[in-house]
């Protein structure tokens, strides 16, 4: 056991590195002054979303002058989003609704309802905003004038992610340990380096004419990561985007209950990474390196070669806690790690399992399929979302 406890004290050790570094030195965004009137296009993409676009468009009303212009698409909803909408457009002028139109081949939702946004915005800068997100008062000030003093023409604050009901809380924190347990956030500042690209989709603000030159979200047209995968190859085109500690900026609902995060997470394991190499290693340091330590407790404890299994055990908590601090999650949903650790492993096999097998991952009434893209991306020129 002195071997094993070695290499999983090393593994804890490692993320617990990566954890206090970004907790201590990954800034959040500055206060800032009122900026100038009609600078930002605030574009949400809904999908049946009537009991969350309300309190979205609410929030980026409130943002001020800065503020040009609200634009939702209509994402083929079948409840009363649509109706919902309309009733902002009667109230401010700066509240538009984007009809829907046919998804084409070789795109998936979210980044097509975000190319057909954007091409509707006519503001400078154009913000991404979920419908589930809430934007802080004087938040746009603050990601438009960080952006520019970083001279950042994409900029991606990392949301509050806020946790109502018990699995909330006992497994949305998860998603930030997968995180900022492995992701160096304040080396990501320092170097443009294109693998060091991270967003939330929640909300990402760019600069309209870098984002129509490089292409738009048709860089991404056919991911379903798409918030990262834009941050990429944003950097691979050379442009500047950074994402920071975005807690007092933006806040975040994702899920519900247990059946939409089981869901929703299954949507996103196994087409977040681009190879099975990736995957597996990821899947299997956690099962090794954030679950087996505690698998393994029970005897460790009493064994005179089990001190490193305990170690390991101890620092992953740690971590946890760390960051239970720092986003404000419970200090019990630490506790609960290695039961969120279970989950996510049994949850990246159905994920593994439905993508490879080409089943592909359904979400709000959509399958995808690793099988649908069709071969080279467009040009901005020939962007499909671009239709009269």
Request: aromatic share 8%; glycine share 6%.
């Given at each position: 056991?002195?071997?094993?406890?070695?290499?999983?004290?090393?593994?804890?050790?490692?993320?617990?590195?990566?954890?206090?570094?970004?907790?201590?030195a990954w800034p959040g965004l500055r206060d800032a002054p009122p900026a100038e009137a009609g600078q930002v296009a605030v574009l949400i993409p809904a999908r049946d979303e009537e009991t969350t676009i309300d309190g979205c468009i609410q929030s980026a009303l409130a943002q001020g002058d800065v503020v040009k212009e609200v634009i939702v698409y209509d994402d083929h909803s079948t409840d009363a989003t649509a109706s919902r909408v309309r009733a902002w457009t009667?109230?401010?002028?700066?509240?538009?609704?984007?009809?829907?139109?046919?998804?084409?081949?070789?795109?998936y939702g979210k980044p097509f309802a975000c190319a057909r946004l954007a091409r509707e915005a006519t503001a400078p800068w154009l913000l991404f905003l979920d419908a589930d997100?809430?934007?802080?008062?004087?938040?746009?000030?603050r990601v438009l004038t960080e952006a520019r003093l970083r001279s950042a023409t994409l900029l991606a604050p990392w949301p509050n992610i806020v946790c109502g009901g018990f699995w909330e809380k006992a497994l949305m924190p998860l998603l930030n340990f997968c995180v900022f347990s492995f992701?160096?956030?304040?080396?990501?500042?320092?170097?443009?380096?294109?693998?060091?690209?991270?967003?939330?989709?929640?909300?990402?603000?760019?600069?309209?004419?870098?984002?129509r030159a490089a292409g738009g979200h048709a860089m991404v047209r056919h991911e379903l990561f798409e918030d990262t995968w834009l941050a990429r190859r944003w950097r691979e085109a050379g442009h500047i985007g950074v994402c920071l500690d975005g807690d007092k900026v933006v806040k975040v609902r994702m899920y519900r209950s247990f059946s939409d995060i089981w869901f929703g997470f299954m949507k996103n394991f196994r087409p977040a990474f681009r190879s099975e190499w990736r995957f597996r290693t990821f899947w299997a340091f956690h099962g090794v390196g954030f679950l087996l330590p505690f698998l393994l407790l029970p005897v460790a404890v009493w064994r005179m070669d089990g001190l490193p299994v305990v170690a390991?055990?101890?620092?992953?908590?740690?971590?946890?806690?760390?960051?239970?601090?720092?986003?404000?999650?419970?200090?019990?949903?630490?506790?609960?790690?290695?039961?969120a650790e279970g989950l996510l492993l049994a949850l990246g096999v159905a994920s593994w399992r439905r993508w490879n097998s080409g089943a592909g991952v359904q979400w709000k009434g959509r399958t995808y399929r690793p099988d649908q893209d069709d071969g080279e991306q467009p040009k901005a020129a020939e962007d499909p979302s671009r239709v009269e």
């Open positions: 056991m002195l071997i094993l406890g070695g290499i999983l004290l090393a593994a804890a050790a490692l993320a617990f590195v990566v954890t206090l570094w970004n907790m201590l009667a109230q401010d002028d700066r509240v538009r609704l984007c009809a829907p139109v046919p998804l084409p081949p070789g795109w997100a809430r934007l802080q008062p004087g938040a746009v000030d992701f160096p956030a304040p080396l990501a500042l320092r170097r443009n380096d294109p693998n060091l690209g991270l967003a939330h989709g929640a909300c990402i603000l760019v600069e309209a004419a870098t984002y390991a055990a101890a620092l992953v908590l740690a971590s946890r806690l760390l960051m239970a601090r720092r986003f404000r999650h419970p200090w019990w949903s630490a506790a609960l790690h290695p039961l």
